[in-house]
């Protein structure tokens, strides 16, 4: 147990401790869920090298340690225990063969989830849940360490870690570390807000049953393999090594987190301005506008001035269920995406047309995959290829959507009073989410070092002031 927890006290400023309350492994109540397992998809295979993502909710919870122990840790036990009924594959455990066809991931009766309560002994949950910039490494203590690989002649590989973290009378942290080759945000959020709407109604899973949408579908046969597609991706990414390093902690020296709050006034004006300059501009989204705005204020905040010719490229991923003929269900279980990327010289971004020539390139890209279908296959091919020769710290891309609805997952103590994505600090990219407390505005998550930090937020600042 302590060792999981261990990884993080090495790296953590000796202020911030948690104490782990009880360690639980929860699976599903025995004899409810057969053996069984689901293949990997060509839309899953170009995650199985990806970070693992890492989530927190914070909630207020002003309730005593006692109260924690005798009412909400079995509740959470219990609940975790029906919604995994439901979500089985998320107990399992990606399995790669040396002479697989391609990987899966397997359910096996007895498998389970590793689930730690944990009391934090800083009280600083408001700073923690601010939009202020705050010290990345403040974060890690909340964050749960994935159970080991096992690496003897067949991979078996976690899916998906819990960690939830009282402070006293305060508040709580849910902390979640996810592997993405298992699904998309899209799926993961409907596992949370089954937990929560369980939990919600003291561990009964008759209101989770009655909900149609977040019941997940498991069919694989709606995507056909076309071109043979999965097995040439499948082939191209067994030569990579599965490289526990990749979980390492990122290098947080002098790194800080900081959300910024981009206010539907602001999108309202963005979108009339691209209107107005690029009139035959299709696709004028909330989405295109934030990130091209974003974008460009991080190509300009950065310290070290870049020749003008160094290419910078945009990368963000676009839920495709609803593109295929027929339709994909909605709550389908697994990954459903497909990557829009674009590129541009330094000099377009920085120059004082910038904004509108991003917001051009990004919702060109949109528009090109939302168009065609053969182009949401294709590009998870070149998925993998592309990223390889990129150059990463000239490289935007984004993790969440302000669609996904995290703000909605209620256990019965109330919304969240914030969402992080922690994930990105290794990453580099940007998150997305929705406000908690205003329909239309969008919360920009971001990890730079101080100075660029500070830079990008007097960037950002002005340039909505004067649109």
């Known amino acids: 147990v302590f060792s999981i927890l261990g990884y993080h006290m ?21 004899g409810t869920v057969a053996e069984q397992s689901l293949p990997l998809t060509l839309f899953d295979l170009p995650f199985l090298h990806f970070p693992r ?25 219990h609940s975790l225990s029906l919604a995994l009924k439901h979500y089985f594959p998320l107990a399992g455990n990606l399995i790669i063969r040396p002479d697989s066809i391609r990987p899966e991931i397997r ?28 010290n990345a490494s403040e974060f890690y203590h909340l964050v749960p360490q994935m159970p080991h690989v096992s690496d003897t002649l067949v991979l078996v590989v976690p899916l998906l870690a819990l960690q939830v973290t009282l402070f006293p009378n305060f508040g709580i942290c849910l902390g979640i570390t996810f592997h993405h080759v298992a699904a998309d945000a899209n799926t993961l959020v409907r596992f949370l807000k089954s937990w929560a709407s369980i939990a919600k109604l003291g561990g009964d899973d008759q209101a989770f049953l009655a909900n149609g949408s977040l019941h997940p579908f498991y069919g694989r046969t709606v995507r056909e393999d076309p071109n043979g597609l999965e097995t040439s991706l499948w082939s191209k990414m067994r030569e990579i090594k599965l490289d526990e390093g990749q979980l390492q902690y990122p290098d947080l020296t002098n790194k800080v987190r900081a959300t910024f709050v981009m206010r539907q006034a602001h999108v309202q004006r963005l979108k009339k ?13 909330t989405f295109t506008v934030t990130c091209a705005y974003v974008w460009v204020c991080i190509v300009r905040s950065r310290s070290v001035a870049a020749d003008e010719d160094e290419l910078e490229h945009f990368v963000c991923v676009a839920d495709c269920r609803a593109r295929f003929n027929p339709p994909i269900p909605e709550t389908y279980f697994g990954n459903c995406l497909t990557q829009c990327s674009t590129t541009a010289k330094n000099s377009q971004l920085v120059r004082e047309e910038g904004f509108l020539m991003a917001a051009e390139l990004i919702g060109e890209a949109i528009s090109k995959k939302a168009q065609n279908d053969e182009e949401v296959f294709k590009v998870m091919e070149t998925f993998i290829l592309s990223v390889k020769g990129l150059k990463w710290e000239r490289v935007v891309s984004v ?14 103590w ?16 940007i998150s997305l989410s929705e406000c908690r407390d205003s329909e239309g505005d969008v919360e920009i998550g971001l990890s730079f070092p101080k100075i660029q930090m500070d830079a ?12």
């Not at 927190?56 to 036990?77: G, M, Q, S």
């Not at 700073?127 to 705050?134: D, E, F, Q, V, Y």
């Not at 990008?456 to 649109?467: D, K, P, Q, R, Y």
Request: charge should be negative; hydrophobic fraction near 40%.
């Open 10 to 30: 090495h790296h953590m400023p000796p202020s911030i401790m948690v104490t782990v309350v009880e360690h639980c492994w929860v699976a599903p109540p025995p």
């Open 107 to 134: 359910y096996m009766d007895g498998d389970s989830v590793s689930l730690i309560f944990a009391e934090s002994s800083n009280d600083d949950f408001n700073n923690l849940t601010g939009n202020h910039a705050r």
């Open 456 to 467: 990008f937020a007097t960037i950002f600042a002005h340039g909505l002031e004067i649109i």
């Open 414 to 429: 109330g919304r969240p009073v914030k969402s992080e994505i922690i994930s990105i600090d290794g990453t580099g990219a």
């Open 273 to 285: 301005l691209v209107s107005a300059r690029r009139p035959t501009l299709l696709h004028v989204s």
């Open 53 to 77: 993502v890492q989530r927190l909710l914070f909630y207020e919870f002003p309730h005593p340690k006692t109260h924690f122990i005798d009412t909400l840790i079995p509740n959470l036990k």
């Open 399 to 412: 993790a969440g959507s302000p669609k996904l609805g995290f703000y909605n997952t209620d256990f019965g």
